[in-house]
């Protein structure tokens, strides 16, 4: 049945008796906030909902709600209606969950059963994964060692292509697993993403993988960060104030937070914590060296040659260059500009040759400065922001707020907002790809992508 004009006909005693059982509905619901929620969960269009009137009173926002079901002019091609998802939804909820009598649930199946549009595929989506960026979703896609052939495109309601798979849990049982991500990076268009998203398909869990900036004093580059808290951290109230100092007008900004965080459960808290390190075997992408790695490498090997070459090979022959300082020509160009190499050759400077002889005395010759072998998972606060951070204090600033602040990136607030909307759980998993700090770079940002999206999919199906 083509569902054009599908409830223009309803008898006047069916319209009075929806509108009495929608008031009996939305009268318990409080604010505009929380009829706007009522009808996103109940898988309402949001071009539909933007149409309505919030601020009106009660009784005149149902009466515009009923003649807007009534007037709905739908796809002939597409099966749905937002009155038959809304009554969809509210007949799958226990009847004293919005005080429905016989009456109320009376009219609401004898519509939902007339309209003549079949209820939603009954194929359930076991997690839905949110990434902020293209190469983010790649890497997820890839974790099915296939090149992510195994991903089948789709489209939702507003022809915008997500991605589907089934995985099969250590258990056997099969999981869909469905994937996207927004048009730009940032909360608003991941917010909108996920709105949508969680909206048409109903998945049971929202996540988000990806890469973020990590906290240098608990992080390393490529470890896993996993977000028992999420919460967007330059949101609030900005006060600004201005003083003439020298004949120059100063502007000094404070922002006073309105913080408000969203919760990983806690089982799955425990569950991460004593996670075994199987997952590890599936990484592919080889790990990289930090470029901290490599420079101290360097120039230690410079230093033993230099003071005993008939004892030492030299760095360029040495038979572990490949392996431990693969950026050869960017590691000697960051130890030019450090002044800790020469510019004219491979000879150390003094300040080189002090910060040796430190840190062996320090580390009694010990190689410290190695990489370690394998990701560390780590469980802690992720904070979101609204712009790129390049700043060596920002996590200094963070500990006002969070003291245990692990990772900071643009996205995580927005899954965090929208799951709790919806009521459904939420898992933001990020991989260190830097420190924020003015040493920023794409370096580890392919690792940090991939680790996040093998341990998530490794949680969901261990």
């Given at each position: 049945m083509k569902n054009t004009g599908l409830f223009s006909d309803l008898p006047?005693?069916?319209?009075?008796?929806?509108?009495?059982?929608?008031?009996?509905?939305?009268s318990n619901i409080d604010g505009i906030a929380g009829r706007k929620g009522l009808l996103i969960k109940a898988g309402v269009d949001k071009y539909f909902i933007n149409r309505l009137n919030f601020n009106s009173n009660i009784n005149e926002f149902i009466t515009s709600l009923v003649s807007q079901f009534k007037d709905y002019r739908g796809?002939?091609?597409?099966?749905?209606?937002?009155?038959?998802?809304?009554?969809?939804?509210?007949?799958?909820?226990?009847?004293?969950?919005?005080?429905?009598d016989d009456q109320d649930l009376e009219i609401f199946t004898k519509l939902q059963t007339g309209s003549g549009i079949k209820a939603p595929?009954?194929?359930?989506?076991?997690?839905?994964?949110?990434?902020?960026?293209?190469?983010?979703?790649?890497?997820?896609?890839?974790?099915?060692?296939?090149s992510g052939k195994t991903w089948q495109e789709l489209k939702d309601s507003s022809d915008y292509p997500y991605y589907q798979t089934t995985l099969t849990h250590s258990n056997g049982t099969q999981l869909t697993i469905v994937a996207a991500h927004?048009?730009?990076?940032?909360?608003?268009?991941?917010?909108?993403?996920?709105?949508?998203?969680?909206?048409?398909?109903?998945?049971?869990?929202?996540?988000?993988?990806?890469?973020?900036?990590?906290?240098?004093?608990?992080?390393?580059?490529?470890?896993?960060?996993?977000?028992?808290?999420?919460?967007k951290f330059d949101y609030g109230k900005l006060v600004a104030s201005y003083e003439n100092q020298h004949g120059k007008q100063i502007i000094?900004?404070?922002?006073?937070?309105?913080?408000?965080?969203?919760?990983?459960?806690?089982?799955?808290?425990?569950?991460?914590?004593n996670f075994p390190e199987d997952w590890l075997n599936t990484i592919q992408i080889p790990r990289p060296k930090s470029y901290y790695h490599q420079e101290r490498w360097l120039l230690h090997k410079l230093y033993d040659y230099q003071q005993q070459p008939d004892c030492y090979h030299s760095p360029q022959s040495h038979p572990e260059r490949r392996t431990e300082?693969?950026?050869w020509r960017e590691v000697r160009k960051r130890l030019i500009e450090k002044d800790l190499l020469e510019s004219d050759g491979l000879g150390l400077t003094e300040q080189a040759i002090k910060e040796i002889n430190n840190e062996?005395?320090?580390?009694?010759?010990?190689?410290?400065?190695?990489?370690?072998?394998?990701?560390?998972?780590?469980?802690?606060?992720?904070?979101?922001?609204?712009?790129?951070?390049k700043d060596p204090k920002l996590f200094e600033r963070l500990e006002k707020l969070q003291r245990k602040a692990l990772g900071v990136e643009m996205e995580g607030a927005a899954i965090g907002a929208v799951a709790e909307i919806h009521e459904i759980p939420m898992i933001v998993v990020?991989?260190?790809?830097?420190?924020?700090?003015?040493?920023?770079?794409?370096?580890f940002r392919h690792y940090a992508a991939e680790v996040s999206a093998r341990f998530l999919l490794a949680f969901f199906t261990t």
């Open positions: 006047p005693d069916d319209i009075i008796q929806l509108e009495d059982s929608l008031l009996n509905i939305f796809s002939s091609q597409k099966e749905y209606h937002p009155l038959v998802s809304f009554l969809d939804y509210i007949l799958k909820e226990p009847p004293q969950k919005y005080n429905l595929s009954s194929t359930t989506i076991d997690i839905l994964i949110i990434t902020a960026l293209k190469d983010e979703l790649d890497a997820l896609k890839n974790c099915d060692n296939q927004p048009v730009e990076m940032g909360e608003y268009y991941t917010n909108n993403l996920a709105t949508r998203l969680v909206s048409e398909l109903k998945p049971r869990c929202l996540g988000m993988t990806g890469v973020c900036a990590g906290n240098k004093e608990k992080t390393f580059l490529g470890d896993v960060v996993v977000a028992n808290r999420v919460f000094t900004e404070e922002i006073f937070h309105d913080i408000r965080t969203y919760n990983l459960k806690g089982q799955w808290d425990i569950t991460i914590q300082c693969p950026d062996r005395l320090d580390y009694l010759e010990e190689e410290h400065y190695k990489d370690p072998l394998n990701p560390q998972i780590k469980i802690g606060v992720i904070a979101t922001t609204s712009k790129v951070q990020k991989g260190v790809q830097d420190y924020a700090d003015y040493d920023k770079n794409d370096q």
